[in-house]
Nanobody, 119 residues
């Protein structure tokens, strides 16, 4: 079994920054894919950023168009942790952010962390 624990959400003013962390524990194997989704009230859950396995064997980031240039995803494979640095936050970034891991064909989700961007 795999457990994902997110941290780092909160309330921030427009233009501010937050850093989310997601630590994976349990039966973790190499080559899994980790990333972040978000879900605003009344909307579907959408991809924010993902660290995908590259053809060269490492990981390459993939971002939603709405966060390109503002958000940065990174991964510490030794710690089974993925991070999301969010800069220049906007009110429309307000959502519950979910950590996501795919191992083999099995998806796992964290419990979510609230990010609220408001003045």
């Amino acid at each position: 079994q795999v457990r994902l624990v997110e941290s780092g959400g909160g309330l921030v003013q427009p233009g501010g920054s937050l850093r989310l962390s997601c630590a994976a524990s349990g039966s973790i194997f190499s080559g899994n894919v980790m990333g972040w989704y978000r879900q605003a009230p009344g909307k579907q859950r959408d991809l924010v950023a993902m660290m995908r396995v590259s053809a060269q064997g490492g990981y390459s980031p993939d971002y939603a168009d709405s966060v390109k240039g503002r958000f940065t995803i990174s991964r510490d494979s030794a710690k089974n942790t993925v991070y999301l640095q969010m800069n220049t936050l906007r009110p429309e970034d307000t959502a519950v952010y979910y950590c996501h891991l795919i191992q083999g064909l099995t998806p796992y989700w964290g419990q979510g962390t609230q990010v609220t961007v408001s003045s």
